[in-house]
Nanobody, 116 residues
Framework: QVQLVESGGGLVQPGGSLRLSCAASGSTEKINFVNWYQHTPGKQRKLVATLFIDNTTTYADFVRGRFVVSGHNVRSLVYLQMNDLKPEDSGTYSC??????????WGQGTQVTVSS
């Protein structure tokens, strides 16, 4: 079992920045990679960014160049630095850990609101 807790969300004006954190505990040695997802009511959740155990990163087109995913250790603490935020970036952001053997663990999410 892996437990994930996100933090760092809040209200920010367009053009502002936030840094989200995803702290993992439990059987973290099994984590292979961590995703960040955006959840918006009435819409399909969107994959935002991924950090792999070898520190490789991938990004969705709509955040590339603005968001950066990094980790103190992908198996313990993962960050999502969100820059130049836009109103359409609003939503609940949650992290998901994928382990070996394959299992998925989600955090409870943290709310991001981009509004003037």
């Amino acid at each position: 079992q892996v437990q994930l807790v996100e933090s760092g969300g809040g209200l920010v004006q367009p053009g502002g920045s936030l840094r989200l954190s995803c702290a993992a505990s439990g059987s973290t040695e099994k984590i292979n990679f961590v995703n960040w997802y955006q959840h918006t009511p009435g819409k399909q959740r969107k994959l935002v960014a991924t950090l792999f155990i070898d520190n490789t990163t991938t990004y969705a087109d709509f955040v590339r160049g603005r968001f950066v995913v990094s980790g103190h250790n992908v198996r313990s603490l993962v960050y999502l630095q969100m820059n130049d935020l836009k109103p359409e970036d609003s939503g609940t952001y949650s992290c998901r850990a994928v382990t070996q053997p394959s299992a998925f663990y989600w955090g409870q999410g943290t709310q991001v609101t981009v509004s003037s």
